[in-house]
């Protein structure tokens, strides 16, 4: 076939395309007619009346402007056109035409010439789509419409209607539950809001009783001290005055004593056992590393099996017997550090009353202090949180999500860690570290280590739901877990509307199509 | 407790690290390898046979070889044959007919690798003559082995070798010219002599080997063979893969040698994360070297032999302590040694590299003709996990616009690692899966292992228990090792009822959720048991016939590929190309799919490694080899992966794998401008699908290979001779790999006197010259020789499938006459009807300023024809002068423009070469194109 009347057929061919296009339109009308109220009528009349005018005059550069998109189109309106990177000038005639002229694909919309350029599919009664070139003519119905197949190897059916509907519909859904969700969101982050007013009243009201109590502390202690200091210069007195014949220089001696026991205790308060546990650690880590681990291994006197199984654990990391067991972290206890104010060791005692009530109040006093602080630094903790731009996030705090997958669960702590359980055994997947993506990813890091890779981490992506819970965890890569929550926290009005503009601009296209949906 | 946490997790950490390494205790090295150690303190002269009773017997020359001193058991029986293309094959085995002792058995030879039709190329000798060479005192019997050849042995000392007539009857190619040849006979062993052992039966070593905690039983004695080759005029030599080692081989042995350097060893083995450098014997073993002179002169030599092999190259000067001067003539010698079979060995006499490899695939078997999707891009992994992760991988693909032909799916996609099985919960619907996948054009590859897990509820076992299918252990029962599947049996492979019965295991009905977009993946065939002596089989167990398996260990993966291969062959009912690739390989694996470099790893060490990986195996029959993109352990860094894309685009086999514990790789997760530098590298590939079908095609008619050494094209450019960083694609392109992180150059040196055009930028460089260019991020540097013409397919599509009726675009660079040629290959890419004469094969010439396009193809039967929709959308001129207008096609008598357009499209660079536009002539046509 030589190459004009190729080209006069592919003509022809594209013409009855455009053509049966009409008619199919023309059917739609009809069917449409039947069930239409009359008013309605006559505005799609008039409709079909500029739909078929706007063919008729693009009917000759219906060709030439197969794949580009309508807002495109006034672009491809001159005889000589550039190319959009500006690399090169191409005239009318060679738009479409099956040969690539501007690497960029700008004179190529409607064939598979250029490597990177777009195809514009109209799909009415769908979504409009922009494919790459490559997809066109490759024997694969790509758009619903079938525009992209047109050199006759394939048919490809209009499915766009089905299809659109199909969309149309799960949008409508997924729009339902986001304002549903909305609302319950709005509740909670007016909730969050009065808790935090809650929490900062408590801890301002907490920091005042603080101010008083460590006042009433400092008095009592002082007052304590007094007393203490009368009873020692009390009975240093009398003891001067029964020896008042003995050596001057004893009471000297005393006061250095009391003055270095003091120094002792203000030390043992601090740091003074942290160097023999560090100490203890490193000894424990020498010694393990001195045992011959897997990289000396001795596969000598193995069982056959045993030996199997630790040549198979190279490639897979599995654990043999003969490899060290992982051992998972013991969760760190923040409870039991709580430890009681030991009372003072007085060993004189005072028969006094005044000085017992003293050192009650004093005791009682240190005690209520330290619960208070306490809760101060728990609040303080938690307030120092990023909760998010409504601090919608605020009662995720204290909540933990599980789901059962297979033969695990796992548990999603908010604001703290995340897990994988198997039984009694727990695998750490991740210590919080923060929010992502605007809100809409909560990251763990700096899990349990993976033999042979990272270790272990998982990013919570956040969907709109009415339940909020953990609805699926998958591993796309070694130890890099992504699980997925539902939550109405994420129902973001923003998005909501986004959708609703969405959907309206979808029966906006039907109607310029020609479909109708009442 | 809290601080103890990140203690134990680096504690962990530092575990893992040294796990991560070759385990090089667990390997035996010479030393510790009885016939090794022996042959190699053996020392120059030893040999004490001469022929007698020389005489033709079937075609052939006979003679019994007997020793001078009394230490031989029974004698040898020594064979030569000529066959076609100065071919000639040397046999010694033991004298079966001997009485006294007789053989306990027969020594084992290696079966289903010669080609029948090798055979029945023999040239039936007619005449022996005898004459005394100059300067020798004994007389030597002379044959005729080819126009300018002889084949001549030697008596006293026995020695047989080549000579080069026209060069003055030097030698060419000999083989114990330094009388190391040795080969120990079978014996039985006497029962308990005890303490009056005789000399002979020696230590309890000759019976029984311990090897770490393994005990090998030697039921007849120490069995081994060892003999010098020397090559003669060469300046190097390569071959014997495979190792981890340059392509040029270094000596192991001689002058500025350590001490302890080892031999290569041809061993097939499953070698935990193998190292850059090392003469250590990886999965495959091919005993094919090929030395290589000045003047381009190349020899061959090849040792059909399915035994541990080990190889030294001896350094020049090795033999000079011995103070024996026994070769005059400037060699390079190689000793041989291996543990049992016999020998059978073949010489090559080139004369030239690509004639070296003709002769040998005339042997062996030329490279099987592939699919054209196979020769596309393979997506791999271990594991895609679920049907859901292959469903979400494909339509990245699209979504980013990146072609690639297969999906692949390693052993976690199985039940239980039973093969041919799918994980009801991972893979419930393996059917619909394929067909979505085929419904884009693409294929899946499944992973089926040798293994077979010890399950009586599993089919396959319980059949192949029943019949008696497995390899035995040296007590007769079924060999039981640890694999994937945890106890596994082996199939006994050599046997061709089993190879059969297997073949039926991948016919539809028989593999469930198979489909006919469905082919095959061996790995672990060399064979991997975790659990035997150095990961493999242990040596004294027993396959079909008897045959201990220290007899075969090479071969064992070649016949399961074969197996596999041919059920593919059989499911295809005789017209579908199976497509399988084994990781183990042996002389002839190329008749029956690809084979790959193994599990490599993600370095720049290892990117460099496989270049001369894959020209060796090329040079040695297996044309189709790939490594392992981005490399299998440890995670590469985004410039690695990239480069290591740009680079395997060249590939003739071209896939990406990961371990299971690397971060995911899928070419669109490393950012817009990674994503776009991997798109492009695979897109070139693409493009360039026509030429390397063509090439393939060579490969598949003369066994010449797709990737091939500089100087295999420049055979007598000396430079060349150690360059194996850069290699040739076909005749037409040279590519050559950037090895370094942020190389600022790249040296390139380009071959010859013509010009060399840069593929991208159609920049021209000068031949004979080392360039020192700026190395760029779009791509490794890449040439078009002046004087080729190289077919495309330019458009971008999702894989091959969708491209048959796209357009060419032939790009002609011209040499210093203004001429061009090239030659383009088209088939159905799937079936055997090509063999019936169903391809279009033209030539294009280009001169005097006008393009013909002539038909190779014989003018085929009405029967079988192949024709193709496609035409030449684009006619490309590198060298050509712009100026013209116009082009007149013929015999259409029509005229097309010729304009300035880009060399490609993608990267959008600017318009600067001569472009014939739209010729629209069909590919399949007789035309000529005359510029005007």
Known sequence: ?518 | MKPLAPFILSLLFLTSQTVLSFKREEFRNCHQTPFCKRARSRYPGACTLTPHSISISNGDLTATLLSKTDEQIRPLILSLSVYQDGILRLKIDEDYNHPDPPAPKRRFQVPDVVLPEFESNKLWLQRLSTETVDGESSPSTVVYLSDGYDAVLRHDPFEIYIRDKKSGNQKLISLNSHQLFDFEQLRVKQEKQDSDNNEDSGSDDNWEERFRSHTDTRPYGPQSISFDVSFYNAEFVSGIPEHATSLALKPTRGPGVEKDSEPYRLFNLDVFEYLNESPFGLYGSIPLMISHGKEGRSAGFFWLNAAEMQIDVLGDGWDAEYGIELVKQKSIDTFWMSEAGIVDAFFFVGPGPKDVVKQYTSVTGRPSMPQLFSIAYHQCRWNYRDEEDVENVDAKFDEHDIPYDVLWLDIEHTDGKRYFTWDPVLFPNPEEMQKKLAAKGRHMVTIVDPHIKRDDSFRVHKEATEKGYYVRDASGKDFDGWCWPGSSSYLDMVNPEIRSWWGDKFSYENYVGSTPSLYIWNDMNEPSVFNGPEVSMPRDALHHGDIEHRELHNAYGYYFHMATSNGLLKRGVGNDRPFVLSRAFFPGSQRYGSVWTGDNTADWDHLRVSVPMILTLGLSGISFSGADVGGFFGNPEPELLVRWYQLGAFYPFFRAHAHQDTKRREPWLFGEKNTRLIREAIHVRYMLLPYFYTLFREANTTGIPVMRPLWMEFPSDEITFSNDEAFMVGSSLLVQGIYTERAKYASVYLPGKELWYDIRTGAAYKGGKTHKLEAKEESVPAFQRAGTIIPRKDRLRRSSTQMVNDPYTLVIALNSSQAAEGELYIDDGKSYEFLQGAYIHRRFVFANGKLTSINLAPSSSSKSQFSSKSILERIILLGYSPGPKNALIEPANQKTEVELGPLMLQGGRGSSVVTIRKPAVQVSDDWTIKIL
């Open chain 1, 1 to 518: 076939m030589d190459l004009s009347r190729a080209k006069q057929e592919k003509e022809k061919k594209i013409q009855n395309l455009s053509f049966s296009k009409i008619n199919k339109q023309h059917i739609n009308y009809i069917r449409i007619t039947k069930i239409m109220k009359v008013n309605i009528l006559f505005l799609l009349f008039s409709l079909l009346i500029t739909n078929f005018s706007l063919i008729s005059s693009t009917k000759s550069s219906f060709i030439s402007l197969l794949g580009v998109a309508p807002q495109d189109e006034n672009y491809f309106k001159t005889e000589t056109i550039k190319c959009r990177n500006g690399s090169k000038k191409f005239t009318r005639a060679q738009l479409n035409d099956d040969f690539c002229d501007c690497p960029d694909g700008t004179d190529e919309p409607g064939t598979s010439a250029c490597p990177h350029g777009k195809f514009y599919c109209v799909n009415v009664g769908h979504l409009p789509v922009s494919l790459h070139s490559s997809k066109v003519n490759d024997g694969i119905c790509d758009c619903c419409d079938g525009s992209d197949e047109y050199d006759g190897e394939v048919k490809c059916p209009n499915t766009c209607w089905e299809a659109g509907k199909v969309t149309r519909d799960k949008l409508k859904k997924k729009i339902d539950i986001y304002k549903e969700g909305v609302t319950i969101r709005k509740k909670e982050v007016e909730q969050a809001k009065q808790a935090i007013v809650k929490d900062k009243e408590e801890l301002s009201k907490l920091k005042n009783n603080e101010k008083s109590l460590k006042g009433l502390v400092k008095n009592l202690k002082a007052r304590k001290e007094q007393i203490k200091a009368e009873e020692k210069e009390r009975l240093v007195k009398e003891k001067e005055e029964m020896m008042k014949m003995a050596a001057d220089d004893k009471s000297d001696d005393e006061h250095k004593e009391s003055s270095s026991s003091t120094t002792l205790d203000s030390e043992n308060n601090g740091l003074s056992d942290e160097p023999s546990v560090d100490q203890q650690q490193k000894d424990e880590y020498e010694n393990t590393e001195g045992l011959p681990t897997d990289g000396s291994e001795s596969t000598e006197g193995l069982l056959r099996e045993e030996l199997g199984r630790l040549v198979a654990s190279r490639w897979t990391g599995e654990k043999t017997e003969h490899q060290v067991e992982e051992v998972s972290p013991s969760k760190d206890n923040h409870e039991g550090n709580n430890e009681i104010p030991e009372g003072t060791d007085d060993k004189d005692h005072d028969n006094n009353d005044d000085a017992n009530r003293v050192r009650k109040d004093y005791e009682d006093s240190t005690t209520r202090l330290s619960d208070i602080q306490e809760r101060i630094a728990s609040l303080t903790e938690k307030l120092k949180h990023d909760f998010g731009m409504e601090k919608e996030f605020y009662f995720y705090y204290d909540q933990c999500f599980e789901t059962k997958q297979d033969k695990y669960v796992y548990k999603v702590c908010p604001f703290k860690d995340a897990s994988q359980e198997e039984g009694y055994q727990i695998t750490q997947l991740g210590q919080w570290e923060k929010f992502e993506n605007s809100y809409g990813t909560m990251l763990f890091s700096n899990g349990d280590g993976c033999w042979n890779g990272p270790d272990r981490s998982v990013k919570v992506k956040l969907r709109c739901g009415l339940k909020t819970e953990l609805t699926d965890v998958k591993e796309p890569s070694r130890c890099e877990y992504v699980a997925l929550m539902s939550t109405p926290i994420h129902c973001l009005e923003g998005k909501l509307e986004e959708l609703e503009r969405k959907l309206e601009s979808m029966y906006n296209e039907q109607l310029q199509g020609g479909h109708d949906e009442l």
